[in-house]
């Protein structure tokens, strides 16, 4: 009650954009989201980061398993079902905006470039520096922007 189902937007920064692309492919009641450094495919970001809980993981199975970082890429692509990548054809471009780092190495920057080409190029903003400086830095933009937007496509009140 008191929510209105058409006016759904979706804000998420770093894993929560990535979350939040496939949560917009998945249910129709997200008219509208804004990706901040969000990047795909997730086969590619997991193997790619230098986040450490993340490249701890990969190379505990690459020792483990005796695998490359390129076998241990091409099972979880295999694997990995609810990859925004593969789902894009299902968000809308015009009711998607983008922010991309241009050096970030805990969602790769290419990454991020490589979501933005599946979801059909939609309207990006390019931020300089890497992951963490970059909200730090511009946080404010990014939500004055992402206000305009979300407002623009969801009408706001």
């Known amino acids: 009650p008191g929510i209105d189902s058409e006016r759904i937007g979706f804000f998420g920064i770093s894993a929560g954009g990535i979350v939040g692309a496939s949560l917009a492919a998945a249910d129709p009641r997200i008219k509208a989201q804004v990706l901040v450094f969000a990047g795909a495919p997730m086969a590619d970001v997991m193997t790619g980061t230098v986040e450490d809980s993340i490249a701890d993981s990969i190379k505990g199975v690459m020792e483990t398993r005796k ?6 890429r091409a099972e979880l692509r295999s694997r990995l ?49 890497g992951h963490y400086v ?3 830095l511009f946080l404010p933009a990014i939500i004055s922007q992402s206000q305009r937007f979300l407002g623009q496509r969801l009408g706001a009140p």
């Open 67 to 72: 695998w490359s970082r390129e076998r241990v």
């Open 134 to 136: 970059g909200v730090g």
């Open 81 to 129: 079902r609810t990859d925004p990548y593969v789902l894009a054809p299902r968000i809308s471009r015009e009711n998607t905006l983008m922010f991309i780092a241009h050096d970030d190495e805990s969602v790769p920057t290419r990454t991020q470039y490589a979501l933005w080409y599946a979801l059909g190029r939609p309207k990006a903003h390019r931020v300089p520096g």
